[in-house]
């Protein structure tokens, strides 16, 4: 599976986020910055799923198996795998994220 990281050039630096993953967002002052962020981010987003996870189904019968996609299937229309793609969208975060510090 590939995600689809998004870096928004603003005054302050760079936005990021993971099209994909909800909750996986971030700010730099510079793209690397950023990016380092982002991986962080989508760890905690993960751990904390994780986590919710196991406490909301302690004591249930479940399965759990590993689910792998195709990386095809992550790979937005128009884009190519490995390349970046710059595109333009009027609103790709909900305005709290657009408020800097």
Do not use: C, W
């Amino acid at each position: 599976m590939t995600l689809t990281a998004v870096y928004m050039k603003v005054p302050e630096g760079y936005i990021a986020f993971v099209e994909e993953l909800p909750g996986a967002n971030t700010q730099g002052g510079t793209l690397q910055e950023a990016r380092e962020n982002l991986e962080e981010a989508v760890a905690m987003v993960l751990d904390a799923n994780r986590a919710l996870s196991a406490q909301s189904l302690r004591g249930a019968e479940v399965i759990r198996e590993t689910l792998v996609l195709p990386a095809a299937a992550a790979i937005p229309s128009g884009a190519t795998a490995g390349k970046t793609a710059l595109t333009r969208a009027s609103n790709p975060l909900p305005r709290r994220f657009l408020h800097h510090r």
